[in-house]
RNA sequence: GCGGGCGUCGCCAAGUGGUUAAGGCAGCGGCUUGUGGCGCCGCUAUUCGGGGGUUCGAAUCCCCUCGCUCGCCCCA
């Protein structure tokens, strides 16, 4: 077992895992249908200038964590980091614009070449969001509720919605040179990332982890107060916009977020549950990108849910309440039946019996292993099965199948309960026993 | 890229220099050729992530390496 093993930060869904992932796809597609966005499927491979272009050469998902490597005929590709450049560089190729706005949701595995740890591999998973083609505040208010009510759908209390707004370029370039100057003669107060950045990205020093740097901000110029009149006018309209759907945030001074394109509404949605990696969902405003990458000027917004870090939310707040929405989503499907059988006719019979119904709409487990009764039950209980349904030589003879119910509470009190005859050559009344006493699987 | 913690069976582990590496769970087989929850019995690591060294003797000490994990940076 030393040689195949996975690469580092990739992870293996096992069978016990997927009905989450599963249940929360499916939510997240019937939200989306609801909403009237539809689908979007990019390739997992690009070329490198795509993001370098899109996501900011200065930045770190571009300057040290992707995944790129010459191909054979020595183009530079890259697995994506993220899903807005993707989607933006499919839609311009595909002239989706000419046909109006266009509301698109994705979902996939992302790579980024980190260092794994808590909620964060190299492969991991996002769902998003864009809304391309509208600047109205309306749609900023709309996509945030998107994700928050997705989230709050799949069980999520707890949750934290902080906004801020980066304003346009223009305001950004007068706060950056306020900033700059103000923290040039303290340099010596900050920590040594924030020095390095104070060149290359100053406005990454406003959510500096370091308590010194953050203690020191207090006293620095306020993004808010470079803002342009358009611009406040702009934050207080989306914060209208959410206050009518109750929908709870805090401003944040300090987001600024760590890709280039955001302009304008910033926000994350995070849990105080997650650790270190504690944001569950980042996006903004990206009302320059478009043209960035060759398109005309369009405005647009989007987000991203990281879906392991949501899974890990989940299933803390499954354990916290057991009996909880976000519990239930986790569930696993147990079959129907579980078919015992032994005997050669009996085998061929119980085969014939188990695609019956299956194409009834019933889950079957059918034993294939021609072992002792005792075991194939043993096995049958295992399964979480709520019925066995039992084939033998006998119930060949007899033309009668034996139906037995799982649940051990009936074993002795109730017989007739219990277990159950039925012919073997209709199984209408088999599938009838089974329809009218039909219930939930046991075992969650 | 930089720090901390950890690597003994599929999983959880005891063992911290002395001759056969506890135990539990799961799995398989039996008690019980055709009837499941319980019980009892048996089986399942020539080997302790890998390599090298010290020693009469190493899972236990030293060096190197690989892997996992948590954190920093950054992000979902």
Redesign the pocket.
Known sequence: ??HL???????DLLPEQTPIWQAIESLARTHFVRAGISEIRTPLLEATELFSKGIGEE???VG??MYSFLDRGERSCTLR??GTASVIRAVLENGLLNKGMQRLWYAGP?F?Y?????????Q???LGVEFIGLNQTRSDAEVIALAWNLLQDLGLNNLELEINSLGDEEDRKTFRSQLVNWLQSRESAL?T??QK?LLQNPL??L????SQTQALLEKAPKLHSSLSKESQKRFASVQIHLQALDIPFKINDRL????DYYDQTAF??TSPQL?????????GRYNRLIEQLGGPPTPAIG????????ILLIQQISQENPSGKAALLSKINHPDIFL?N??AD?EKKALVISQELRAAGFIVELDC?S?????Q??????SGARW?L????????TGQI?L?????????NDPIQ??QLHPLNNLESLMESLRTQATPNKNN
């Open positions: 077992m030393n093993k996975k690469l580092r930060g990739m992870v930045t770190d998902v040290k964590e980091p993220e992302m980024r980190e260092r794994p740890q808590a909620g964060r591999q190299r991991f998973h996002q920590d990332d924030s950045r990454r020093i959510d500096s982890k370091n600024v977020r760590g890709l994350e949605i650790g270190a990696q504690s944001t569950v969902c980042g996006g987000w991203a849910i990281g879906l392991e870090r949501l015992i032994k005997g009996a292993s072992g002792a009764f005792n075991k039950f043993k096995r049958a209980n295992r066995a039992v084939i033998g030589d006998d119930e060949m003879r034996r037995k119910n799982l649940d051990h509470s009936l074993k002795q219990n277990e």
